[in-house]
């Protein structure tokens, strides 16, 4: 240390004659030139914001949530032999029921059944003969009250199954198909002219033009062929109708009517590697039923109102003093509005689970089942959106009860009635366990784009069992109207770029294990995943809270049921505008 200072202190009376003495000072810089080593460091800064940032990204524990609108219309009515079912009906016609039953035994009342039969939470538990009391159908436990009609789950997606046979109709051309999921997307050649060669598929073939089709036949040994255009005009038709140049082909390769299956091709040239693969995309169940928590979501409803009615008592002693069958007043509910909030009182951990491309998982699913367990529904039937079509006015064949490839792989159990003398058994789905798998969606990938493609998604198809609730009598009992519903919703945890890496082993690290090999450019192709909390421009990411070492995803479910055969499903559609020589 040193004291650098050219200034001279003086006495005030050596400065000045008269001039005071006084004492002064000056100050003293002092400046450190030396600095002691210290042999181990021990403090350094933090950044709190780097370590948050680092447990995120190093995170795989998730805690997911959902908020569900329950959509659904009433619509089947029917009638009943079991009393606990008539006695609670939302009536219709309840005058002449009870005009009938004056001189008809045992009396017909017609009715749908109620809002509680379909509702996420049953609310039902003091319905005397029914749910409480005795003798009734079936006691009512409370704790139970969301797991009667349907149960919850997360899934993801685990392997693909290129076996599995799937049908389809088309019912304005009267053509059907029976093919393995491997074999590609099926079709119809629809129109035949000098210019080009049309088809149809019964759904979404995702081609663009300038891409090619793989066919299931060839000619002159050429199955390869570009795609020319899209759409025959028709509003939507570009998803399902494509077409190619006719050069001049003969014969009845491509006449109308002619059926097979496509695979869609990027590069002809490299047609090994740029072909699409078809498959059902099967899900592994992760939770239990248990492990769901389904709760009103507050006090919030839907934008439906709530369709109730009072059944009424009359009195005065004349014969339709009883109009309804429990002789009682009560106010039954055809449909509800409530939403739900379904969350997990579990962490989902993936670490180390990887989808059915062998990649991290980057999808779970909130996997809806319908159980059935009040006994009012057949076994649960299942396919594919494909198959949600009506042949003519009826259900397609797919859907026929003697159709055991429409039959759930989701097991199912019977019970007896407490209530005394009624048979057959009434049937419900069994609840699943962790490790179950069940099949999902008909999906397409392909390794040259690294991309999967949704083509057609799973659905479940609810129908009433007649013995004990008979609905339209103009169907054949094997083959009845039904509810259908999609059990798969996905929930995205992480995002694959929109861009493909391609690297030489040789030059580049840090390779992911699930990139694809291209022998043709002799290197890796991936997409990489994005960090969490980064979402690029083209809106691709995720941002979701993360505290306490888990992500906390949310998303909002439309869950619906749609009716067959009577189009409250159908969203009015806008008609194409009127072409004319005015505009």
Known sequence: MSIDSPNNILLGSKRYQGAPDIDMSEKVVLEQTSHEEVEYERTIDISLAQIFDDERQTSEVFRPTTKFNFVFKNVYYGTSNFQPFYNYFYYVDLVESAQQSLCIQPPVWYGYPQYDEFDFIRTDNNKNGYTSGTPNHKTFINKSASTYNWTQYISYAFENDYNKLLYCSDPEYVTNWNWNAGDGIPFYISNVTSDSIVFKCPMKHGLIVGEYVKLSFNYNGTDVFAVSGLGDGGSGSDEYIFSIDNIGFIGTTFNIGVTGN??????????????????????????????????????????????????????????????TPPTCPRTSVLEGSQNYTLSFNRDIDISGILDNQKRPVSELFFTTIWKGYYGWTNRLKEGHYFNSYLDGAVPNFWWNTANPGSDSTIPFSTYNTNYPGVFPQFVYTQDLTSGDTIDGDYCEWNDFEQLERVVSRKIHKITFNQNHFATNPLLPNTNKYGYYY?????????????????????QVTNIPTYAFYSNASNGFRWRDIYPYGYVDTNDLGVDYPFTNGTHYPFKTTIFRLYSEGTGVQDITQIPDPTTDECE
């Open 262 to 323: 496509l695979k869609r091709v990027i590069n002809p040239t490299n047609e090994t590697e740029t072909t699409s693969k078809y498959y059902i995309r099967r899900h592994k169940i992760i939770t239990v039923s248990d492990d769901a928590v389904l709760v009103n979501s507050g006090y919030e409803q839907s934008i439906f109102n709530k369709k109730t009615q009072l059944e009424k008592v009359l009195s005065g002693g004349t014969p339709l003093q009883i109009l």
């Open 486 to 506: 999609f059990p798969l919703s996905p929930l995205t945890i992480k995002v694959y770029s929109d861009y493909i890496e391609e690297g030489d082993p040789n």
